[in-house]
């Protein structure tokens, strides 16, 4: 088998020293230039062929570059890149309407990301009693973007420092500990924010019961219940939202990520009744709802509608979980297993990073997160052969790093 050799080649080299040069140096990267995609598989600049389990961070919801995204975007591209919203386009309407009628049957404000989407779902918080119920709970493992907003409302510290003082009015709770959410919450409380599946915290759903709690709780004392669903969200758990796993239905909803399949795009879904509190002036993003993104996430609930995607993802699910067991039943270092849909989480008593590692160096990419969860986001689109493949080259990764660590 192929194997990344120590030595970068040329063609990498080069774009590495343009990055050296050139580009605010805030991510870790690899010694890999990726320059084209398709489906579960993408290649770099060095003609490497990789299985991708983690295609676009959890953006490419169907795989790198579908093709009836591609055409729908490269449609609109043609007639209509941008347009203010102080206009009304067709698409916009369109997709607000889809988002709709898969959900709770609200209203969507668009924007361009995560981050920005929670910001909205902050400022509404805060917007609907004046400002009077301003503090938001948020808990411990979640994760909720970079912004100043966002990145307070992330209840961890390593993402806080330096970066002092955070935004005034956000208390933490522990994941799942409903004493600790009624013990903070007083009468300038105004929401509750958060992940019905932990993703960045290691793909951990809420425990039985806990989101019904949440919202008993924000019926009783008159706050709103907002689900961050910027990763488990738009069909990727098999479901079109994470909250339908638990048939508790929330008052706001973020999503991003998987939106549009890859373009840049964000949302906030409300009700009727509270959108009523983003008055034209309150509130606003330049590109939001853009008809690029648009036409991308009309094209993207129309494919997995169309291709029977949501029942193909459990699927899939069924088999990653069938093989990641077999693996945890022969290997100490694997301590739990978290199979919802696509959003997938092998716990380790290892060292992620050299698993990471590991995979890269039998051409898989995957991800590892809070040290210790290899994170896998794969295409709705996956095949059974890449799902048997995926698990062959992690497991063999994941053998031989423990081989040679003491679990
Ligand atoms: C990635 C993520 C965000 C932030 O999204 P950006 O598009 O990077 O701003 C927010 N919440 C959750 C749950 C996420 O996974």
Redesign the pocket.
């Known amino acids: 088998m192929a194997t990344i050799d120590s030595a970068v080649g040329d063609a990498t080299q080069r774009v590495i020293d343009t990055f050296d040069r050139y580009v605010v140096p805030n991510y870790r990267r690899f010694p890999v230039c990726l320059v084209k995609g398709e489906g579960s598989r993408v290649w770099d600049a060095e003609g490497r062929e990789y299985l991708d389990l983690f295609p676009g961070w959890?953006c490419n919801l169907l795989g790198h570059c579908p093709e009836p995204v591609v055409r729908a975007v490269q449609e609109q591209v043609a007639k209509l890149i941008h347009v203010p919203n102080t206009w009304y386009t067709e698409t916009q309407g369109e997709w607000a309407h889809l988002l709709s009628e898969r959900s709770f049957g609200g209203q969507a404000f668009f924007c361009n990301?995560?981050?920005?989407a929670?910001e909205a779902a902050i400022k509404l918080v805060r917007l609907r009693t004046n400002g009077e119920k301003y503090k938001i709970i948020t808990f411990q493992g979640g994760?909720?973007?970079?912004t100043m907003g966002?990145v307070t409302a992330t209840a961890q510290p390593k993402y806080h420092e330096g970066l002092g003082p955070m935004l005034a009015g956000f208390q933490y709770a522990p994941h799942g500990d409903l004493a600790a959410v009624e013990k903070l919450v007083d009468d300038r409380t105004g929401g509750i924010l958060v992940?019905p599946i932990l993703?960045?915290g290691g793909i951990v759903p809420a425990p039985p019961g806990f989101l019904q709690g949440l919202r008993k709780i924000a019926d009783e004392r008159d706050l709103l219940l907002v689900f961050?669903e910027?990763?488990c969200g738009c069909g990727r758990t098999g479901k079109w939202f994470g909250y339908q796993h638990f048939g508790v239905v929330p008052d706001v909803m973020?999503l991003?990520?998987s939106l549009c399949a890859g373009i840049a795009g964000?949302a906030m879904l409300t009700t009727g009744e509270l959108a009523k509190h983003l008055r034209p002036g309150m509130h606003a993003s330049t590109f939001g709802g853009n008809p690029i993104a648009a036409a991308a996430g009309i094209a993207t609930i129309r494919t997995i509608e169309e291709q029977g995607l949501l029942g193909h993802v459990d699927r899939a699910a069924a088999a990653f979980r069938t093989r990641l067991e077999a693996l945890q039943d022969r290997c100490d270092a694997v301590r739990a297993v978290r199979v919802i849909g696509m959003m997938i989480g092998v716990e380790l008593s290892i060292d992620c990073a050299a698993v990471v590692q590991a995979c890269l160096d039998r051409n898989l990419l995957v991800n590892s997160t809070q040290g210790r969860v290899i994170r896998l986001l794969p295409a709705m689109t996956i095949s059974p052969a890449d799902v048997e493949d995926g698990c062959d080259r992690l497991a063999d990764a994941i053998l031989e790093v423990a081989s040679h660590t003491a679990t």
């Open positions: 959890g990301s995560g981050t920005e929670n994760f909720h973007g970079r966002s992940e993703g960045e961050d910027v990763q973020t991003a990520k964000g």
